[in-house]
């Protein structure tokens, strides 16, 4: 097994060809293909003229119903991002894999507080960023002069022309993309990047490794939460098929694993404070799919079970990173 917090790599992806890692083992055979049905639109229309938000239990989600996206958009929200971008990039070494030279014009989907977008920005003054997200957390935000934010569903049709940009990005976005429009997602990505232009994704597929009792049951209820609101965040690791349909055939990839706990050392301990504060977060959508939980329960097993029962089965989750070029 790869070291955690360590990368496994591969300098090609073939067609359906899926990575494992440890205890994390996935084929197109043992894709969960849920027998939901799902509300969301088969075409893609126009940006959302405006955000809309509902407040539930004193947090503030977003509540279009053309995104399920399912974690808070507030104060609170933010602050946990900018440490996750933290924890990432401490263990990614930098904002990007993608071997990008000179981009002139690059896309961030789902940017949130615009963390990445800043830093990227800094790095490559002459390109031109631009951020797009449902929720309006940039706005009147000062960003710097090469950065440019649009309010935006991006599973609806990006309104930019053909071959509008060198590289699109894309960062845990995919906890928020139903399942059916994956292929969809990537067709357009490919319609507005340049030729030689990049796309990047690093996704998590929604799931502990190496987990006992405690990391089971959140698990199983992060898996039935996401399959209510149409959400199968396993998808990401058929991405290589899928990006080969769209017409990447040749699929760069990584796989980033985090340890959560004491055993991780400082790395593990951020990322269990971070897991513990996305399971709160997501308590309320939970609560929707889980009626017989109660929120003693579900505390005792986030806060108090879990944080022992990591250290004792060496718990990790993957982060998986995928880049391809357009021809």
Not at 133 to 147: A, F, R, T, V, Y
Not at 178 to 186: E, Q, V
Not at 234 to 253: K, N, Q, S, Y
């Amino acid at each position: 097994m790869s070291t955690i917090s360590g990368t496994t790599a591969s300098p090609t992806v073939s067609r359906g060809q899926i990575s494992t890692l440890g205890g994390g083992y996935y084929s197109a055979e043992q894709s969960i293909i849920s027998n939901y049905s799902n509300i969301y639109p088969t075409a893609f229309s126009d940006y959302a003229a405006e955000e809309i938000n509902i407040w539930i239990d004193e947090r503030r989600y977003q509540n279009s119903p053309n995104a399920p996206y399912p974690m808070p958009n507030d104060e609170e929200e933010c602050n946990r991002l900018e440490q996750l971008h933290v924890l990432i990039r401490g263990v990614l070494k930098q904002n990007y894999i993608a071997p990008l030279d000179e981009p002139k014009q690059a896309l961030d989907i789902g940017c949130g507080t615009g963390t990445w977008m800043r830093e990227m920005a800094l790095e490559f003054p002459d390109c031109e960023f631009t951020g797009i997200d449902i929720s309006n957390i940039l706005q009147g935000e000062k960003l710097p002069s090469n950065c440019t934010f649009k309010l935006g569903n991006a599973l609806e049709r990006l309104r930019f022309k053909d071959g509008s940009f060198d590289y699109v990005h894309q960062l845990q976005f995919g906890l928020g993309v139903p399942k059916r429009h994956w292929p969809r997602l990537c067709r357009e990505y490919k319609r507005i990047l340049r030729p030689d232009g990049w796309m990047e994704f690093a996704e998590t597929d929604g799931r502990y490794f190496r987990t006992g009792p405690a990391g089971n049951a959140i698990n199983n209820w992060l898996k039935n939460m996401y399959a209510a609101r149409g959400i199968e965040p396993r998808r990401c690791c058929l991405l290589p098929e899928i990006l080969a349909d769209a017409g990447f055939p040749v699929v760069l990839r990584r796989i980033y694993s985090f340890p959560l706990g004491q055993w991780g050392k400082r790395l593990g301990q951020a990322a269990l404070v971070d897991a513990q504060l996305t399971l709160q977060s997501l308590w309320p959508r939970i609560r929707e799919v889980e009626p017989e939980l109660t929120k003693e329960e579900f505390d005792r097993t986030v806060q108090l079970d879990w944080p022992v029962e990591v250290d004792e089965h060496k718990t990790y989750f993957n982060l998986r990173v995928y880049w391809c070029q357009k021809d």
